[in-house]
């Protein structure tokens, strides 16, 4: 039987959280907006009317260049995309074609068992255009997103499953939102990825003809969409049919891909310089003075989380999935200075319980690195039990005092008195004659009752392994 690859490259359109659109003072996001409420001649292509490049457009696609090792150019500059659609008031998109602002690239993609490496072609600067819908009969325009700024950015055709699809796309969203050039939710458009695929025997270089998937809104859609795909495509190869250039729409509701046009072919848009825009000339200077605070990536903190502190993969991977919690990792673990496994293991269960119950982002807490680290340090100490230093995370949250303080005033100090827990448990022991005739005549587990009972009567500052021990012993 023969073997198929699948080979697939993105193009995606990133929405950049910049405060105004590209070439003019409205805002960029205007999610939830009412229909035409965002706009101003400008970005509703009223003649006579000039463009300003947004400066912020530009730093932040310098952010993504950079991050994804690419090219970085001095010079590029604007094109006209010419194409006729009622969402295009202009006439035209204003987009990069020639020379965009970077080119080259790539992201070496972790995968289990292996790395994928994935170049990427190039990365430029456009406006986004407006949406058309249908309601009272009829077909309506909204230019709120005309002139919003996106990149697009187009990956060389590397990708070999759905599976790398999918670890691409998380890839690229945890890098945007780190590097704050995005807020990359795919539900709300602000990431939007088209994959291209075609299929060849395995051992091939050829690149076979493919399709294009369009209008998926969701990273898991986008892979079931591109497992479909391949499969279909092996279906027709193996039934003697061939794949032909198709444009392929995804329906969330039924879940499947059709044809939604044959593909154009780039000499339709009669791409040709705007004369209204000046060459977009990154000097020396402004280059350094974007890049200047460029943050160690995601990708790189997760190889030396694993290497340097010695973590698991699993724990590497969730502790820098976002940033602030990478962040206030670094920062525990430099005042806790001890075991960053057991450290992890706090910030995994509690601390990322706490957040999700608070909708909360970790730089946002009140229970600071710091007060984490000195919680521990008092379990490891045996001054508080564990389940007194759980209780003490919600207790910092709430109070924003320190948990020492909290441990004082509220006298939570574990009673490691043997003395003291003596005197509990031969209180319980007397009080429970027929338990102890239980656990005498066999009935083991009943310890973990009378344990229960001393941490009860202690208000959960008995040490509860001194708590095993004395009864133990009394119960002989
Ligand atoms: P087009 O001219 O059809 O737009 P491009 O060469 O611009 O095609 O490539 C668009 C995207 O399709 C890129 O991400 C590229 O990597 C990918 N691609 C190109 N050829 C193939 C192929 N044979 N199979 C899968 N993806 C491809
Ligand atoms: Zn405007
Ligand atoms: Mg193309």
Redesign the pocket.
Known sequence: MIEYEA?????THIQLNTTTKIFCGCKADSWGDPPNTNICPVCSGMPGVLPVLNKAVVEKAVLLAKAMNAEVQTDSYFDRKNYFYPDLPKGYQITQNDQPIAIGGFMDLPMEGYTRHVRI?KLHMEEDAGKTKTGYGRRLVDFNRCGVPLIEM?????LRSADEVAAYLIRLRQLLRWLDVSEADMEKGHLRADA???IRVKGETI????T?IKNVNSIESLRSAVEKEIKRQIKEVEAGNTIE?WTLDWDEDTQTLSKMRS?ET?ADYRYFKDPDLLVVHLDEAWKASILVDFPELPLARRERFISEYELPEYDADILTSERSLSDYFEQANKAYGEDPKRLSNWLMNDVMRLLNELDLEARDLKVTPEYLAEIIKMVDANTVNTSTGKSLLEKVQQSGKSPKEIVEVEGLAQVSDTGAIREIAARIVAENPDNVEKYRSGKDSLIGWFVGQVMRESRGKADPNLAREVLEELLK
């Open positions: 080979v697939i490259g993105l193009e072609h187009v990956t060389e055709p590397d291209n695929v075609s690149l076979n003809e493919k294009e250039a593909k780039m």
